[in-house]
């Protein structure tokens, strides 16, 4: 049995960083408005932003997108391995544990490889909440990308009525000996209107998302390149 320990993470750990994670969930809620065109595509060149990607086929009209990168030194096959096993019930989604499951995610976010995880298959639902919330993996590629949509088939779509439909891809990029580059893409569509769902994602969901976006792609840059917890 895998003790709290092996995992590199104790409960003071988990507790701390919670409070870094809401401090900057305030503070970039607040000053989103100022922040927004900066911080939705923090770290991506123009290049990266412009660049048409494979989720991006996906959808019809593409209305918003978000497309963050970090530089880590590290192959790309020395990053796949954390990438592959992100799932509520896997290795979690290496951000703010004490605000995911303050939301109710039930989650335990590991910072080590579990075997039993090293494989996704094209259509493999990955699971974001335990009320049947997440995404569908439609394109895994090792060492390369991960590309997930949010809806499994247009009658789910027609059953549902959602709102908006979207995708949220992770692409890894080789950028010289050892160092590469990790792309989190997601692309919405808007499918109908709805004006408190609009307002409610730009001025709260957006800066909760980027924090703990954000937190999951330096962890995952920090677990690659085998560096300690500071």
Not at 101 to 122: Q, S, W, Y
Not at 131 to 138: H, K, L
Not at 179 to 185: E, G, N, P
Request: with cysteine; hydrophobic share 40%; charged share 30%.
């Amino acid at each position: 049995m895998t003790t709290e320990k092996e995992y590199g993470r104790d409960k003071l750990t988990v507790l701390l960083e919670g409070l870094e994670g809401a401090v900057l969930i305030v503070v970039c809620t607040v000053l989103w408005v100022i922040l927004r065109y900066l911080l939705r595509n923090l770290g991506a060149t123009q290049e990266e932003r412009d660049k048409v990607w494979l989720g991006d086929s996906l959808l019809d009209r593409i209305d918003r997108t978000f497309t963050r990168a970090i530089e880590i030194d590290a192959a790309p096959e020395n990053i796949w391995p954390w990438i592959v096993q992100i799932g509520r019930d896997k290795a979690g989604f290496y951000s703010y544990e004490f605000i995911e499951n303050l939301a109710g995610f039930d989650v335990t976010n590991r910072e080590t490889i579990l075997p039993e995880f090293k494989t996704l298959k094209d259509g493999e639902f990955i699971s974001l909440h335990p009320n049947g919330e997440g995404v569908y993996a439609d394109s895994v590629k090792p060492n390369e990308c991960l590309v997930c949509r949010t809806w499994k088939d247009e009658s789910e779509l027609e059953e549902k009525r959602p709102v908006t439909k979207g995708t949220w891809s992770i692409y890894i990029e080789k950028d010289g000996n050892d160092k590469s580059r990790l792309i989190v893409r997601t692309c919405i569509e808007t499918l109908r209107p709805d004006l408190l769902y609009v307002l409610g994602t730009l001025l709260f969901m957006d800066p909760i998302d980027f924090v703990m976006e954000y937190k999951m792609m330096r962890t995952i840059k920090r677990l690659a390149e085998g560096i300690e917890r500071a």
